[in-house]
């Protein structure tokens, strides 16, 4: 079982292919959904049971599903060892908007399960394949373009994207791991136009913005 808080993003549930177990909720009538087991809960219940500081509404248990693994996807990422729950679930919600249907990650990338991530996804994990592998034998067997975000990389508003790739983003303060980077076909970086040199990187999930705003941008 996994939680989900929030009304708006519990309504989302019994759309996709997700099941919930049970809703507590401070407002049972506001969320509408009579099929459901409702225990009706006080505020200050829902604060004991919430992972929010400051929760408004209800928490709904799901049910963990088996992963779900497209073989043929245009446009994937590949997380190789996120590890801030924010980070994951800013880039679920990007992959959301942009349509790309399929992230895989490291088998050390935080859980996607994790609340803070389902809470940062804002319900986009209900639309986004998300699968755990051992990213260097998936990238070894794939036959796309393997192209990696890296500081030395080309100027990626002059890279020319191909049809079909994966694009893969590192940990936070290592960037992609050695094994990773041996297999890129292409490296892309988004250029500094500032003249301060004090920022030295940009938060892995705004990268992820940047660059998909770019790619889609040419489609």
């Given at each position: 079982?996994?939680?989900?808080?929030?009304?708006?993003?519990?309504?989302?549930?019994?759309?996709?292919?997700?099941?919930?177990?049970?809703?507590?909720?401070?407002?049972?009538?506001?969320?509408?959904?009579k099929?459901?087991?409702?225990?009706?809960?006080?505020?200050?219940?829902?604060?004991?049971?919430s992972?929010?500081?400051?929760?408004?509404?209800?928490?709904?248990?799901?049910?963990?599903?088996?992963?779900?693994?497209?073989?043929?996807?245009?446009?994937?990422?590949?997380?190789?060892?996120?590890?801030?729950?924010?980070?994951?679930?800013?880039?679920?919600?990007?992959?959301?908007?942009?349509?790309?249907?399929?992230?895989?990650?490291?088998?050390?990338?935080?859980?996607?399960?994790?609340?803070?991530?389902?809470?940062?996804?804002?319900?986009?994990?209900l639309?986004?394949?998300?699968?755990?592998?051992?990213?260097?034998?998936?990238?070894?067997?794939?036959?796309?373009?393997?192209?990696?975000?890296?500081?030395?990389?080309?100027?990626?508003?002059?890279?020319?994207?191909?049809?079909?790739?994966?694009?893969?983003?590192?940990?936070?303060?290592?960037?992609?791991?050695?094994?990773?980077?041996?297999?890129?076909?292409?490296?892309?970086t988004?250029?500094?136009?500032?003249?301060?040199?004090?920022?030295?990187?940009?938060?892995?999930?705004?990268?992820?913005?940047?660059?998909?705003?770019?790619?889609?941008?040419?489609?």
């Amino acid at each position: 079982m996994f939680l989900v808080e929030g009304n708006k993003t519990i309504k989302e549930i019994p759309l996709s292919r997700y099941k919930i177990s049970e809703i507590f909720s401070v407002n049972p009538s506001e969320l509408g959904i009579k099929e459901i087991s409702t225990t009706e809960i006080t505020p200050n219940e829902l604060k004991k049971i919430s992972f929010l500081q400051h929760p408004k509404d209800s928490v709904a248990v799901c049910e963990l599903l088996e992963p779900v693994f497209s073989q043929d996807v245009p446009v994937q990422l590949i997380l190789d060892g996120i590890q801030d729950p924010g980070n994951l679930g800013t880039i679920i919600r990007l992959a959301d908007w942009f349509g790309i249907e399929q992230i895989i990650c490291s088998e050390d990338t935080v859980d996607f399960y994790n609340p803070k991530v389902i809470q940062a996804s804002m319900g986009s994990f209900l639309r986004v394949n998300i699968n755990y592998q051992n990213i260097e034998n998936y990238l070894q067997n794939s036959g796309a373009a393997i192209i990696g975000t890296d500081m030395d990389g080309e100027n990626f508003y002059q890279f020319d994207f191909p049809e079909k790739f994966n694009l893969i983003f590192g940990n936070e303060g290592n960037g992609i791991r050695p094994n990773i980077e041996q297999l890129l076909t292409h490296k892309i970086t988004i250029p500094r136009f500032g003249k301060s040199k004090s920022t030295e990187s940009l938060n892995v999930s705004m990268a992820a913005g940047i660059i998909l705003g770019q790619i889609f941008s040419e489609k």
